[in-house]
């Protein structure tokens, strides 16, 4: 069986490598029968590689101690879920996911692209194959998945437990998808500067893929934001460590990116700009594979130290020197005759937003690089911790919320001042009332205040633009208001999807914010029976009730909760766990989540004789709204992906007519304001 | 693309403040990462300085109080070659003699993997009586670790 999976690798090599010739062969000497065998070339190795990735689960599932992988990382008593997810428990796993998934995303863009963009498509194709080379280069030559052992051990020694939760089965795979779709919209970009198509059809060919991909970046970052919260007993979500800085960057310039298109896309600017950004994106997905496989840049969950960071590094350098210089190459060309007329304007409001989400992106790779620079530099690794990235990107945040409350409001071109107080009286007027009530509340850090009001006056521009599209659906077809809401919506998914995203950020802004400024904490001693406070809260330790199963020891703490009228809300169970195989302690955390705070109890240790135990407890204001507003910002993005029922419909029709004009069509933008 | 100058000024408004920004951020929230060899050889212009030190929990000498929630141990360089790959590469013209530090860590819980031969990452400062007030307690976790061939 492992044989099958090295010989699907290494047919998947030749097909990706035929692949790339025979697109460009083709697409260069117009001989659409090459191009044709490029594609089918392209599904047959997509093929190969779900051979192996079915070969390498089976082996798990079967306990199959003869591979190397399957003994390090699995064994028999490993529930089969986490046998599942072990697939990208380890290296050589996680970079056959890797490229599974791409050669899956390259099968999906292969078979979209049969009939439309027949001059780019070829192109990106081989990009796209040319990047699948990459990785099972690694995989056949460099980081093997099907390496046998030796002696067959009788036991695996299995998956690491803090990767025995079901975080793992569902942070990962997001978070790669994530990374692995960045290449699509990249390969269209490369693919329109190889072949000088420079107008936007490589954007409205890969729009969907774009979101997708931010889609899965955010679902990937808020998962491991949560699974950091609940698993690791720290008390908060996000330290900057480099293995979440490598997950956030990405997010950032696609965050970007999605904005500056429809710049380009209504008014034909920022060309160079676009096809940078998604240079950028997809550049800071192979970085960050890089760090965390390196062992450059030391991280608190450091991953083994392997040999592929200058494998990583060279390919990135390659890329990068490569796509510069077709950028440079293209520069005349990219030339956009309109210009940026007024500061007052939409798009001026985008550029500065973009400008801000870059400047996050660039502080945060600065302060993750920072040590190697340094001690390139100046001979001493110095490093910056949370407080840097807190520093820098605080105000930062403040002007991104501030563009996310003027973007969308103000005109494209040029406002009136006539034109700026109707749009924005009613909303600045509810954000400074929001200040003076928080103020009044007893709040006084600046930031705090500027940031609830910031976060109200964007909530009342967006309340604004719902009841002016309400109104005018209003005026012309006679619907009541709820109908009308839905109606707005679901007739222009585009707009009023990526509206309800902007208030799931400003939700979860809101989120993080309390949360960074109010959190306080205690640690205590306490003997069985005894009681402290936090906050309003009394907590009184009943004792420990410990439990002994082959897989795992634990100890449990029992935990009344009470309010200070002494009635007793709930009785929390923060644990402490010992995993016997490989030996490792591991805590469970308690969490008593309202959408005011969140009770954050850790059994932080317990003494020999099991009557005193320590406890870090956490009282945490407001973090429930930083899940709330991720969990809306990823029902607004399912709106925006939609499929819009008139839009197929008119594309339908339009095939049965022409393919030209089907193709036009589909590229035009029905529902984008 | 075409930016009138005036928006090439407001662009560069932006950018300046986002450089200055980091740039000073840099200079007050930064701290030296060093090996425990490396504090051995600074140890005169550390005083003060907030550092993070990357070490091994020696055996022995280790002492923790769940009542003051205090930790007491010393720290000890990380041998060079490390079959597990150690996170931090030591400096190799500053190997000097194995030194260790003692580590006072007060008001914390005791991290979960911390045991003696545990490679740590300590935050704090060095005081003037070679003693590392230590505000943090890292140990490297590995998130993809990988375990020891014989088993």
């Not at chain 1, 428990?89 to 899956?104: A, D, E, R, V």
């Not at chain 1, 409001?349 to 996050?360: D, E």
């Not at chain 1, 103000?410 to 924005?424: D, H, K, P």
């Not at chain 1, 585009?494 to 995203?501: A, D, E, Q, S, V």
Request: aromatic share 12%.
């Amino acid at each position: 069986m492992p044989q099958l999976g090295n010989l699907a690798l290494a047919i998947a090599l030749i097909l990706a490598v035929y692949s790339i010739v025979a697109n460009i062969y083709g697409a260069r000497r117009n001989l659409p029968d090459f191009v044709v065998s490029a594609r089918h070339a392209l599904w047959a190795m997509c093929a190969m590689v779900t051979i192996a990735v079915v070969v390498l689960w089976s082996a798990l599932l079967r306990s199959d101690f003869s591979l190397e992988y399957v003994a390090a990382y699995s064994s028999t008593t490993l529930p089969t879920v986490y046998k599942i997810t072990s697939l990208w428990g380890g290296q050589q796993g996680s970079l056959l996911f890797w490229t599974w998934l791409l050669s899956i995303f390259t099968s999906i863009a292969a078979f979209q692209n049969r009939r439309r963009n027949p001059d780019i498509a070829p192109y990106a194709l081989a990009v796209l194959a040319g990047v699948a080379i990459f990785f099972l280069l690694m995989l056949n030559f460099v980081t093997r998945p099907f390496e046998l052992l030796a002696t067959v051990p009788a036991e695996g020694s299995d998956l690491n437990p803090l990767l025995q939760n079901y975080w793992m089965a569902i942070h990962p795979p997001s978070l790669y998808t994530g990374y692995v779709s960045a290449t699509v919209p990249f390969a269209f970009g490369a693919a329109a500067l190889i072949t000088g198509k420079l107008d936007d059809g490589w954007i409205r060919s890969t729009r969907r893929w774009a979101i997708f991909s931010w889609f899965f970046l955010t679902l990937g970052n808020m998962f491991g934001a949560r699974w950091a919260y609940e698993v690791l007993g720290w008390g908060g979500y996000w330290a900057w460590d480099p293995v979440e800085n490598a997950a956030f960057m990405p997010w950032l310039v696609m965050t970007a990116y999605l904005h500056s298109v429809m710049i380009q896309e209504r008014k034909d600017m920022l060309k160079v700009w676009n096809l940078a950004l998604i240079g950028l994106a997809f550049g800071l997905t192979l970085f960050g594979t890089f760090i965390t496989r390196s062992g450059v840049i030391s991280s608190v969950h450091s991953f083994t130290q392997s040999g592929l960071g200058p494998y990583f590094l060279s390919f990135l350098i390659v890329v990068t020197l490569a796509y510069t210089s077709l950028l440079i190459f293209r520069s005349k060309e990219l030339r956009s005759p309109a210009e940026f007329e007024s500061y007052l304007s939409r798009e001026a409001a985008f550029l500065f937003n973009n400008l801000m989400l870059v400047g996050i992106a660039f502080a945060v790779f600065w302060g993750t690089i920072f040590p190697v620079l340094s001690e390139a530099v100046r001979g001493v690794k110095i490093t910056v911790g949370p407080p840097f990235f807190n520093r820098v990107n605080g105000p930062l945040a403040l002007g991104l919320v501030f563009l996310m409350g003027i973007g969308p409001l103000i005109a494209w071109r040029r406002t009136t001042a006539s034109n700026l107080v109707r749009s924005f009286a009613a909303p600045v007027a509810i954000g400074v009332a929001t200040g003076i009530v928080a103020a009044a509340a007893g709040l006084r850090q600046w930031y705090v205040l500027t940031a609830f009001s910031l976060a109200a006056f964007v909530l009342g521009t967006v309340i604004v633009e719902f009841r002016r599209g309400m109104n005018a659906r209003r005026h012309m077809v006679s619907e009541p208001r709820a109908k009308a809401l839905v109606n707005l919506v679901a007739k222009n998914n585009r707009r009023y999807g990526g509206y309800i995203i902007h208030i799931g950020t400003i939700v979860a802004f809101v989120g993080i914010v309390g949360s960074s400024f109010f959190r306080t904490e205690v640690k205590k001693s306490v003997h069985a029976g005894e009681s402290f406070t936090i906050g309003s809260y009394t907590l009184r330790f009943q004792g420990l009730d410990e439990s002994d199963t082959p897989h795992l020891e634990s100890a449990t703490a029992l935990v009344e909760v009470l309010r200070p009228d002494g009635r007793e809300i709930t009785t929390m169970s923060p644990a402490k766990l010992f995993y016997k195989r490989p030996q490792q302690p591991a805590t469970k955390v308690a969490i008593r989540s309202t959408p005011f705070s969140d009770l954050y109890v850790v059994l932080a240790g317990i003494d020999d004789s099991g009557q005193t135990a320590t406890f870090e407890v956490f009282l945490t204001p407001l973090v429930f709204w930083l899940w709330a507003g991720g969990l809306m910002m990823v029902l607004g993005t399912v709106v925006v992906m939609w499929p819009n029922v008139r839009e197929r419909a008119a594309i339908a029709t339009a095939l049965s007519r022409s393919s030209t004009d089907a193709r036009e069509l589909a590229d035009a933008t029905p529902g984008g304001n | 693309m075409r930016i009138r100058p005036r928006f090439f000024i407001g662009v560069s408004l932006i950018a300046a403040a986002i450089g200055y920004l980091i740039y000073s951020s840099i200079r007050t929230t930064s701290e030296y990462y060093l090996t425990v060899p490396e504090v051995a050889a600074r140890q005169a212009e550390l005083g003060g300085q907030a550092i993070r030190v990357a070490g091994r929990v020696k055996p022995g000498n280790i002492a923790w109080d769940p009542n003051s929630l205090t930790l007491k141990f010393e720290i000890a360089p990380i041998p060079d070659i490390d079959a597990n790959g150690a996170p931090v590469k030591p400096v190799s013209a500053l190997a000097a003699d194995p030194a260790s530090f003692r580590v006072i860590a007060a008001g914390e819980p005791k991290p979960d993997m911390f045991a003696p031969g545990r490679d740590v990452i300590v935050e704090g400062k060095l005081t003037a009586d070679g003693t590392i007030a230590a505000t943090q307690v890292m140990t490297s976790c590995p998130s993809k670790y990988r375990p020891k061939q014989a088993q």
